[in-house]
């Protein structure tokens, strides 16, 4: 079975400009989770989408928004990129049989974002 | 609120000598305990998970980490290493309420020949 799998692989942007990262999960997967690590750091919790809807948020400002399509794959859009954006963006998936599930999270290798 | 703590940024062993990489929790409940690996330009892989079974949990790779509620402690070794288990390691706490994961600093293992 194929595992996570997260388009592009890298990519550079300048700032102020918008960029969308995609991810498809495990199949048979109905949640998907992204993280961002900057360079020498754990990663951090940005959105947890089951079922087509928020399930959670950490601190990232609004400039970062996803979405979650039928098909269970995401999209982590980012606008009016800043320098500080530059880091590896990870996609995981986890089962969850039920709203109220909380399983093991499979990461996806990640989008390597570099902000000029 | 939940945190993580790893005691070490580096560990250096050599092949064949155990392996000790220190991890604290703070947590107000009874927490799921998880250690990722993270192998240069690949993804991170789950070693092994702690939800409140067996407080001695095996993993993948010789890999064992015994959870201590009354040290808050969640530390992972191996008896013997091995050169490719040279990688950067990741202690994580989930927290409740909005499954988040969180995550330690890192513990970055290197083996020498």
């Known amino acids: 079975d194929a595992g996570v799998t997260q388009s592009p692989t890298h990519l550079i942007k300048t700032r102020g400009q918008q960029v969308t990262l995609r991810c498809s999960p495990i199949?048979?997967?109905?949640?998907v989770s992204w993280y961002q690590q900057v360079l020498g750091q754990g990663p951090q919790f940005i959105f947890q989408?089951?079922?087509?809807?928020?399930?959670g948020r950490g601190n990232f400002p609004d400039r970062f928004s996803a979405r979650q399509f039928p098909n269970y794959s995401s999209e982590l859009n980012v606008n009016a990129l800043l320098l500080g954006d530059s880091a590896l963006y990870l996609c995981?998936?986890?089962?969850?049989?039920?709203?109220?599930?909380?399983?093991?999270?499979?990461f996806g290798p990640g989008t390597r974002l570099t902000v000029l | 609120a939940q945190s993580v703590t790893q005691l070490d940024s580096h560990v250096s062993v050599s092949e064949g000598t155990p392996v000790l990489l220190r991890c604290n929790y703070s947590?107000?409940?009874?927490?799921?305990l998880f250690w990722y690996v993270q192998h240069p330009n690949k993804g991170l892989q789950l070693l092994l998970k702690?939800?409140?079974?067996a407080t001695l949990v095996k993993g993948i790779n010789g890999f064992e980490a015994e959870f201590k509620k009354s040290e808050t402690s969640f530390h992972l070794t191996k008896p013997s290493a091995h050169m490719s288990d040279a990688a950067e390691y990741f202690c994580?706490?989930?927290?409740?309420?909005?499954?988040?994961?969180?995550w330690g600093a890192g513990t970055k293992l290197i083996i020498k020949p």
């Open positions: 995981a998936s986890s089962l969850e049989e039920t709203k109220d599930s909380t399983d093991t999270q499979y």
């Open positions: 199949s048979g997967h109905k949640s």
């Open positions: 989408y089951y079922e087509k809807e928020e399930r």
């Open positions: 947590s107000s409940y009874s927490p799921s």
């Open positions: 702690y939800t409140s079974a």
């Open positions: 994580v706490v989930s927290k409740d309420s909005n499954y988040q994961l969180i």
